[in-house]
């Protein structure tokens, strides 16, 4: 368990936002001697060294090179934005004395598992500059519960346990404070600001953005007759994004280039300057063979031969409704790596990659199954097959399997995590 206790948990309560993920990430590449490198500068990179480069605050790119950078290379990807509720701008709305705030739904997420919850907010805050074109980024994190969505009691909604509709501009507002006094109906334009302003020491004046994420305040906890599954918030996709770094710096040493890629925006599709759809890793992988005197022939002679995971969570055969599960390809908790594989190609792969992953997992003995969506049904997709269309590269999607994918608190084998890392060292080791 300590794959868990002393590495997945602790990183579960520092990646409270993808800004947050991509700082906690920072911080265990550069005790690992990774060095930092300016997407916006020019590069040298020296063979035998590491590196990773932050994009836009809430994407990483981090790798190590070989003696011999050549001829082989080896990734892996995962995200770093979960299903959340998102502060407008000018939030604060007032009923009956109470303050709400406005808040947008990002992602697919399950609405009702937020509702009464102790919920914080974190993310970053944007200040004035003396150069108007270089704003100063604060990431904050108020680490206290500060809103909550309360239920509608169910004397004033006797049909609630027969299913409801929660409506997000309406019943998705959490409580925020007590407003006595003030216009009803009117904006409170001031009142966040100005909390955001005491709460986090700055000068309300200099505010000019945020970007600010609620999240669930209770802390990640095993639980089980013998403490067999982890029940926590952003297991999706978390469990990835820490066994990718967790392989990359454990790995033993190797030649060619092995590297990792922490995208934002998956749950919204990917399709933004530091998401999986986009030029980034590519870019990024041509500069990378530029810096080290190789041509861009070279680089895609190199993709072409490379291996990547694309690690995103999967849906466990659930306990209570196992028929919403393929009949014969049904992953549960603790049974280990799940591979994904679907022939529409929402999830990447081929044969060879399946091949090759159930061959590492039977040299490492490492426990591995597999999931398949029942034909009758529409499933999930992850950033494997949109990454590797623009940068062909063989692709296999895998991940921990999980239950309640998408609410606010998921649960999984706590053994699979420790699976998981275990490959991905592997991977990246041979």
């Known amino acids: 368990m300590n794959s868990v206790q002393d590495g997945l948990i602790p990183f579960l309560q520092e990646a409270v936002s993808p800004f947050h993920a991509v700082q906690a990430a920072a911080n265990r590449l550069r005790r690992a001697g990774f060095e930092e490198l300016d997407l916006s500068a020019d590069w040298s990179l020296q063979p035998g060294r590491s590196y990773y480069v932050r994009a836009f605050g809430s994407s990483l790119l981090a790798f190590r090179l070989g003696r011999q950078p050549r001829r082989r290379l080896h990734l892996a990807a995962a995200h770093t934005d979960f299903p959340c509720l998102r502060v407008k701008p000018h939030p604060v709305l007032r009923t009956r004395e109470y303050g709400t705030l406005n808040v947008e739904v990002y992602g697919g997420m399950i609405r009702s598992s937020w509702l009464d919850r102790p919920l914080s907010l974190a993310g970053k805050i944007v200040l004035e500059a003396e150069d108007v074109y270089r704003p100063e980024v604060r990431l904050v994190d108020l680490g206290r519960p500060v809103v909550t969505i309360p239920h509608l009691a169910i004397h004033m909604n006797r049909s609630v346990n027969e299913g409801e509709t929660l409506n997000p501009q309406k019943d998705m507002l959490p409580l925020f404070a007590l407003l006595p006094g003030c216009r009803e109906g009117a904006p409170e334009e001031d009142a966040f600001l100005d909390f955001l302003a005491e709460e986090c020491g700055l000068l309300r004046s200099r505010i000019l953005a945020y970007e600010l994420t609620a999240y669930p305040t209770d802390p990640p906890c095993l639980l089980g007759a013998h403490q067999e599954f982890l029940s926590a918030s952003r297991l999706d996709n978390m ?16 030649e060619g280039v092995c590297g990792i890629a922490l995208f934002d925006h998956e749950e919204v599709g990917s399709r933004t300057k530091q998401g999986a759809a986009s030029m980034l890793a590519p870019d990024i992988l041509y500069r990378i063979y530029s810096a080290l005197g190789f041509s861009e022939s070279e680089a895609r002679a190199d993709i072409s031969r490379g291996f990547m995971l694309s690690l995103d969570v999967a849906h466990a055969v659930h306990p209570n409704v196992p028929e919403k599960n393929d009949p014969t390809n049904f992953p549960r908790l603790g049974g280990g790596v799940t591979l994904k594989m679907a022939c529409s190609q929402a999830y990447a792969g081929d044969a060879e990659a399946a091949a090759v992953i159930r061959g590492l997992c039977r040299r490492e003995k490492i426990p591995c199954q597999s999931f ?7 499933g999930g997709s992850t950033l494997g097959a949109m990454l590797s269309a623009n940068m062909p590269i063989r692709t296999m999607d895998i ?7 998408h609410s606010a608190r998921e649960t999984m084998g706590a053994e699979d995590q420790q699976a998981l890392q275990r490959l991905v060292r592997a991977f990246f080791s041979r």
């Open 372 to 378: 398949l969506n029942r034909s009758d049904l529409r």
């Open 239 to 254: 469990t990835s994004v820490y066994a990718c770094l967790d392989g990359l710096i454990g790995a033993e040493e190797t």
């Open 399 to 405: 991940g921990v399997p999980i239950l309640a994918m």
